[in-house]
T-cell receptor, first 111, second 114 residues
Framework: QKEVEQNSGPLSVPEGAIASLNCTYS??????FFWYRQYSGKSPELIMF????GDKEDGRFTAQLNKASQYVSLLIRDSQPSDSATYLC???????????FGTGTRLLVSP | EAQVTQNPRYLITVTGKKLTVTCSQN?????MSWYRQDPGLGLRQIYY???????DKGDVPEGYKVSRKEKRNFPLILESPSPNQTSLYFC?????????????FGPGTRLTVT
């Protein structure tokens, strides 16, 4: 079982719709959760992080964390074609000085 | 401009020819790390450094060396590259060793070993 799992996609949504990206993790000791966006040929860019159960909103982005079910999700409201990218979920475990990344979900937003 | 820089950005080399990929950050970050990214495998950590002269192995350290003699620089060394090290490499840095997760990535180095 992979430590961090994501559906590779592509997830296709029309412009203006809500895109929902999901991530599950296997280690219950995981404490911090991150979403990175990576455009094709570019480096990952941190867009959201969440530490506590519940929702965290930042502009059009909402991160949701459910530690009991071991999943974290990212919602993108009013999706734009410029949101088309691969979204990487990353998890940090207490006491471990590293992030573990999922393989990413490719999002395609069509005009 | 705050940034992480890597050089070279693209490199084609032959098996066994030693190479170094440089990484430098101008943000006074303590934590630095190297990753490789491969299709279907995602980002995997090679080595990381908590501070000057402090380095440790990540998940895939075999075939790589690093050094941290200055806070700003963290070069990745391939003593004898092999074709299975063909990959996209990213250097990253983070402002606090207690929170080595808000990582900022360099632009990447695409390495091909023939």
């Amino acid at each position: 079982q992979k430590e961090v799992e994501q559906n590779s996609g592509p997830l296709s949504v029309p412009e203006g719709a809500i895109a929902s990206l999901n991530c599950t993790y296997s280690d219950r000791g995981s404490q911090s959760f991150f979403w990175y966006r990576q455009y094709s040929g570019k480096s990952p860019e941190l867009i959201m992080f969440i530490y506590s159960n519940g929702d965290k909103e930042d502009g059009r982005f909402t991160a949701q964390l459910n530690k009991a079910s071991q999943y974290v999700s990212l919602l993108i409201r009013d999706s734009q074609p410029s949101d088309s990218a691969t979204y990487l979920c990353a998890v940090n475990r207490v006491g471990f000085q590293k992030l573990v990344f999922g393989t990413g979900t490719r999002l395609l937003v069509s005009p | 401009e705050a940034q992480v820089t890597q050089n070279p950005r693209y490199l084609i080399t032959v098996t066994g020819k030693k190479l170094t990929v440089t990484c430098s950050q101008n943000m006074n970050h303590e934590y630095m790390s190297w990753y490789r990214q491969d299709p279907g495998l995602g980002l995997r950590q090679i080595y990381y450094s908590m501070n000057v002269e402090v380095t440790d192995k990540g998940d895939v350290p075999e075939g790589y060396k690093v050094s941290r003699k200055e806070k700003r620089n963290f070069p990745l060394i391939l003593e004898s590259p092999s074709p299975n090290q063909t990959s996209l490499y990213f250097c990253a840095s983070s402002p606090e060793t207690s929170r080595p997760y808000e990582q900022y990535f360099g632009p990447g180095t695409r390495l091909t070993v023939t």
